[in-house]
């Protein structure tokens, strides 16, 4: 069994960090299912999310772990963590407290344009607030 | 109104490509709302996306496009596509020919292990088959 074949198998979470030492993290909301944001975690943001149960991140542009909601008191309250085939991407799912936003723009999820694929022969595609 | 805020609230898809010329992208079935992958998009795999409808990403293991589904069958039909606040991120949903499986393992989804969060006081967390 080759090295990739073990990490899709094996039941140890044995994370593939990238060049930058980061996975990412699709958020979504526990009791909708709907994704909320993608971010990153690093060692450190994963170790301090499994052990206090709220999700920590590795901001990338800010360059330091990030307590989601320290600040703005939206944190996240992981109520389950999967990982992906080859263990380089996790899924967790979140209660998030406060007003329930996950975006820091204030809308509940990151996602909240989506693409005008319909339009998409006349260029640089439009996009549509769609919360 | 600084850059930060223009991608935020601007309504023309101007995506931000990290420092691999890539952006992280989350595939979600159409009809459940399950996330099935994570995955990856630099330009033309984007441009490729948005042109034919159905999902290419970048292969970050083999370094080069991979139009999803042309060997096994699973090809991904896109129905929507959302980009995130700092336009670093995408999330598609699709419609998954063939046998509907998403992963190369077979599993419908990547994310066919969840993490035994109740017992990370032991050390390592182990997995749990769940798909």
New interface residues.
Partial sequence: MGASKAI?Q?????PSFDASGLL?C?T?DAAT???L??AYMNEEALRRS??T?EAWYWSRSRRELWHKGATSGQTQR?T???????QD?L?IKVEVAGDGSA???G?RT??????A?DR?SVG???????D
């Avoid at 094996?10 to 044995?14: E, F, K, N, Q, V």
């Avoid at 990151?110 to 693409?115: A, D, E, I, L, Q």
């Avoid at 640089?124 to 769609?130: E, Q």
Wanted: with cysteine.
């Fill in positions: 899709e094996c039941l140890t979470l044995t990412a699709i979504i299912g709907e994704v944001m993608l499994i052990e149960g992981i389950e963590m999967r990982v992906d085939c080859d991407a899924l975006c820091h723009t809308h990151c996602f909240y344009r989506k693409v694929l998409r640089t595609p439009a996009l549509i607030m769609n």
